[in-house]
């Protein structure tokens, strides 16, 4: 029986290559973060403590001499010596194997299987790292956008998405070894009818078309990932905006169904100038 393929895609990172696989991701030495969003976990190698060694065996000392205290203690009480030591021991061991693991740079093991890509070139590990934030931004467009779509099927093709341009980046690096090793690979004053440089110039051609045929997919699934971005996010803020339009026109109704101006004021000048005109003819016949 041929065993199933794993659900979901798994992308890891570390300080000289990508890895993008279906299978879950290790470390071979150091510590990883790890964040999931949809089908895809990611795998983020964590820089090392800087702690020397020197420095870990002091650490080590210390948790040793506090154990050897609560052990004491807990012979008092009658705990069994044999077992306070032995976990004292495991409880040591513990603290030198992560402090040793921790101070390690992190580096991600590669797995083994059908649907493994690792990048090593910087161009294609930029382009695919690019990629995959673009990524993110699409799959925080879905929550205000789960009535239009099925965050199912839409995670599924996103994942698949990332996956033919890992593969696609990957075949690119080795494209991009060997156009430079048939670069390097000078004529040597041979004849230009020699079968070799005929045969070296083919090769050339070759190697330039499957460039630019990879290059021409990438830029399609690029494309069509920041083009899903961009939608997404321009939908949201259209709807934003029409929130606020309907939220003014609510208020604005309010406002115009109040109570109309009344004449009050002007009527209040009115008499206040009719006592002040009195006030003046009773000083004027006094």
């Not at 702690?51 to 009658?78: E, M």
């Not at 093991?109 to 673009?134: K, M, Q």
């Not at 990332?162 to 593969?167: D, G, I, N, V």
């Not at 190697?207 to 990438?218: F, I, K, N, P, Q």
Request: charged share 25%; with cysteine.
């Amino acid at each position: 029986m041929v065993a199933s393929r794993p659900q979901g895609l798994h992308i890891g990172v570390d300080a000289e290559k990508v890895v993008v696989s279906p299978y879950p991701l290790r470390m071979r030495a150091g510590r990883a973060r790890r964040s999931r969003w949809g089908s895809v976990t990611e795998v983020t190698s964590a820089p090392g403590s800087g702690r020397s060694r020197g420095d870990r065996r002091r650490s080590a000392s210390q948790v040793a001499l506090v154990l050897v205290l609560v052990s004491a203690v807990l012979s008092v009480l009658g705990v069994s010596g044999w077992l306070s030591a032995a976990g004292s021991v495991a409880i040591v061991a513990i603290v030198v194997g992560w402090q040793a693991r921790a101070a390690r740079v992190g580096s991600i093991a590669l797995p083994r299987g059908e649907g493994v890509h690792v990048l090593y070139s910087a161009e294609e590990r930029t382009a695919f790292e690019r990629a995959v934030v673009v990524a993110r931004r699409v799959r925080g467009t879905w929550p205000a956008l789960c009535h239009m779509i099925d965050p199912i099927e839409a995670d599924r093709s996103l994942s698949a998405a990332l996956e033919q341009l890992a593969a696609i980046m990957a075949r690119r690096q080795q494209l991009r070894r060997l156009r430079d090793e048939l670069a390097g690979a000078a004529p040597h004053d041979l004849p230009a009818g020699s079968p070799a440089v005929r045969a070296l110039a083919e090769q050339r051609l070759r190697v330039e078309g499957l460039w630019r045929s990879t290059a021409d997919a990438a830029n399609r699934i690029l494309a069509s990932v920041n083009a899903a971005a961009l939608a997404g996010e321009n939908l949201i803020r259209e709807q934003r905006i029409g929130e606020t339009a309907r939220e003014a026109e609510l208020a604005i109704s309010r406002l115009a169904a109040g109570p109309a101006p009344s004449d009050a004021g002007p009527e209040l000048a009115e008499r206040t100038a009719a006592v002040i005109a009195a006030y003046r003819e009773l000083a004027a016949e006094r």
